[in-house]
T-cell receptor, first 113, second 112 residues
């Protein structure tokens, strides 16, 4: 079974703090994604990566950066957290190359106060 | 303008009823249409559809794609309270910055 894990289930941070959210997958998938999910807005793509050290902006990259130094690990960084970044953050991965099933991690509920 | 539109946004039915959830999408670079079920945690994959008219089935759930009319439906027969969830559909457009584009979901509530 594909396993996608995220470093924290719940996180509370203060405005201005630097926040790291980490995602690890154990199935050698090339593609990894970070989404945020908000009521009424659905799932929105922040960044994705299709290979080590490669990254692409999604729909809402502002205020975020990412890092993919190893194939299995994709980190989302909030350089200076703001209250409007309070959300559920979901990481996902899939193999690609015709296998489009995307597998999600359990999510991190981030609250910025 | 939303690229993937789901309807209805919410639906309440009684146990045993059959429900049909709808998803319409744009055609640009379309590769596949995916359905997910989301309860109180991350979405879990249900179906991937790439060809028109071929029904995919898993137990009481089934789904079909119409590439001419640009929509997909998800059917659930003999619903159970455990089917209560948000059902998400997503369009996959291949590489670049698109990834998967999700609809806002249909919130399905099954009453006993």
């Amino acid at each position: 079974d594909v396993k996608v894990t995220q470093s924290s289930r719940y996180l509370v941070k203060r405005t201005g703090e630097k926040v790291f959210l980490e995602c690890v997958q154990d199935m050698d998938h090339e593609n990894m994604f970070w989404y945020r999910q908000d009521p009424g807005l659905g799932l929105r793509l922040i960044y994705f990566s299709y290979d080590v050290k490669m990254k692409e902006k999604g729909d809402i990259p502002e205020g975020y950066s990412v890092s993919r130094e190893k194939k299995e690990r994709f980190s989302l960084i909030l350089e200076s957290a703001s209250t409007n970044q309070t959300s559920m953050y979901l990481c996902a991965s899939f193999k690609g190359g015709g296998a489009y099933e995307q597998y999600f991690g359990p999510g991190t509920r981030l609250t910025v106060t | 303008e939303d690229k993937v539109v789901q309807s209805p946004l919410s639906l309440v039915v009684h146990e045993g009823d059959t429900v049909t959830l709808n998803c319409s999408y744009e055609v640009t670079n379309f590769r596949s249409l995916l359905w997910y079920k989301q309860e109180k945690k991350a979405p879990t994959f249900l179906f991937m559809l790439t060809s028109s008219g071929i029904e995919k089935k898993s137990g009481r759930l089934s789904s079909i794609l119409d590439k001419k009319e640009l929509f997909s439906i998800l059917n659930i027969t003999a619903t159970q309270t455990g089917d209560s969830a948000v059902y998400l559909c997503a369009e996959y457009s291949g590489g670049g910055a698109d990834g998967l584009t999700f609809g806002k979901g249909t919130h399905l509530i099954i009453q006993p």
